[in-house]
């Protein structure tokens, strides 16, 4: 009986913590005037299961716009969110209310392009962030 | 030892503390906009808002001003665009009028194109009757009609839906339609669609 009352707390406490979800992911900043890219991987969760494999930005119509190929490391088909946003010369971000975070589902082991274009021709450096989709409670 | 057994039992009124929470009135915090979809069935705020976006940059992408010029001379470099509210053509109630904004509110910022509200035509002639009419407004300095610039591209959306239920399942489809219409010539310069599928699956209990 005692040993049943201690799993069953134990199975408790542990519902309870779960609740409390990762939000960290990876974030790929890119300055599209000077071309330097920082990746930060802040949950080691995300780093094994998706990779950045590229990263390519151009400019069409006057506005700035970025291509980020990322790749699944499992063969399992994973659920994962991204969200771009877009700041001036003054590092101030743009519309930060209108980006939304958007699914991207990964098939095993593929690889699939992310595209994000700046809808303002003031921006010039773009800021992708990776989660996991169950982190958006 | 007597103690040692009512240990598991702190430790599970701990746990349902934790579970349940210790606050007896309702609590109310501001959540993040981008919550998971509860329900398949509704067309939730993050949906349009992704909607939103991604047929804006789909535009901006797509359409080259230069380009169309080319082919559409009458064109100014920044044409006037009517944009008529989107349609819903769901099975269920959708907020078309705060989607319509949206898209409006992210093309204006682009500064590709210049809009133009035929709905408020009507407070507009009102407001000019009362400058010209009303003795309150400098007679040189009242809005004179025959001055508003004229659309040149009219842009029209529509909302549509698929819904199947199979046991406790329900799967939607939605799918969003914008077209970009040149009036002079009649021809669609542009169009496209965002699609959205929605799964719910009801609990057993």
Known sequence: MKKLLAVASAALALAALTGCVDTAGTVVTTDHETGQSIIVEDSTRVRDRVQLVDLKYDEFNGFKRAHFSVASTKLKRLYMDYRVVWFDASGRELDPQSRAYHTVILEGRDVTTITSVANRPTAVASKLRIRETRSMQ | ?205
Not at chain 2, 16 to 38: F, H
Not at chain 2, 84 to 112: E, P, W, Y
Request: hydrophobic share 40%.
């Open chain 2, 1 to 205: 030892m007597k103690n040692m057994i009512y240990m598991p039992l702190l430790a599970f009124a701990g746990a349902l503390t934790l579970i349940t929470g210790c606050a007896t009135t309702p609590v109310t915090r501001e959540v993040t906009l981008d919550r998971q979809p509860r329900t398949a069935s509704k067309l939730e705020a993050q949906d349009t808002r992704r909607a939103v976006e991604k047929m804006v940059e789909a535009m901006l992408q797509d359409i080259d001003i230069d380009e169309l010029r080319e082919d559409h001379p009458h064109l100014p470099a920044r044409p006037v665009v009517d944009f008529f509210a989107v349609k819903n053509a769901t099975s269920g109630h959708v907020d078309t009028k705060s989607f319509t904004d949206s898209l409006r509110v992210a093309l204006l910022k682009s500064r590709k194109f210049r809009f133009v509200d035929r709905t408020r035509d009507t407070e507009t002639i009102d407001e000019m009757r009362r400058q010209a009419r009303g003795g309150l407004v400098d007679p040189d300095k009242a809005i004179a009609a025959g001055q508003q610039i004229a659309a040149q591209m009219q842009l029209m959306g529509r909302v549509m839906d698929d819904k199947t239920k199979v046991g406790r399942t329900t799967d939607v489809y939605y799918k969003f339609t914008l077209e970009l219409l040149d009036m002079t010539s009649g021809e669609i310069v542009w169009a496209d669609e965002h699609e959205l599928r929605k799964e719910t699956t009801r609990p057993i209990f």
